[in-house]
């Protein structure tokens, strides 16, 4: 009886661990030209918060040699890509791809990129963005990083985990609004997982509990039995 509960507590955990893995960890808030990037990025000081970057997109995109007729939109970011996608990004300048990106361009970690411009563009993160239900943008884009702070951007993503109650109202108090206007949508940025769930509401209505409550009942009344 006691094993069957620890499977019921290992189903929770691996139902987590892929809420996670997908991207469930990670909450924005859409607000084009009105999220202010100083606040935004200020968020990853706070207890629980894992990091925050603000993103705002731009006319510019990526004129690589060997893709003449490609156009891959670039992104502005401020902010800490690594604590928000879970990547090592290395110290010298340079773009931050998705792995399909990376595909495309046969590029490497670290190595540069010929652009049809006689530069290059020195590649120095590399992350993974599979097609699992959340935002697709990031999978086809360059990531450029800014310190323009003083800016305003277009989203504030931050990740989280446990996912903070007060997650909300924190990324809502980077947005300036209009009075009046509509409150800016707040979303998990992968659609498909809906909202997060508590681990400790999860084990406390897992079906195994009753069953491992039970267990020195049972024994008891078997003892009593006998």
Request: glycine letters at 10%.
């Amino acid at each position: 009886i006691v094993i069957l509960d620890i499977f019921g507590i290992s189903a929770v955990h691996a139902r987590q661990s892929d809420f996670v893995s997908r991207g469930g960890d990670i909450v924005a808030v859409d607000a084009p030209g009105q999220v202010s990037a100083a606040r935004c990025t200020r968020l990853a000081s706070l207890p629980g918060v894992d990091g925050a970057i603000a993103l705002r997109d731009t006319a510019a995109t990526l004129p690589v040699a060997a893709l003449p007729g490609a156009v891959i939109p670039v992104l502005d970011y401020a902010g800490d890509l690594s604590g928000v996608l879970d990547v090592h990004v290395g110290a010298t300048a340079g773009v931050d791809v998705s792995e399909q990106v990376a595909d495309d361009l046969g590029a490497k970690l670290g190595t540069s990129v010929p652009l049809y411009t006689r530069e290059s563009a020195h590649v120095r993160s590399i992350f993974p963005w599979p097609s699992d239900g959340r935002d697709t943008r990031l999978s086809a884009v360059v990531l450029g990083q800014t310190t323009d702070t003083d800016a305003y951007f277009d989203q504030c993503w931050v990740r989280s985990w446990p996912v903070m109650t007060e997650l909300r109202s924190l990324l809502l108090s980077t947005v300036d609004t209009d009075d009046g206007a509509e409150t800016p949508d707040v979303r998990g940025i992968n659609a498909q997982l809906g909202e997060p769930e508590s681990t400790p509401a999860l084990l406390a209505a897992r079906p195994t509990l009753l069953v491992a409550y039970g267990a020195p009942l049972l024994g008891f009344v078997i003892g009593v039995a006998a």
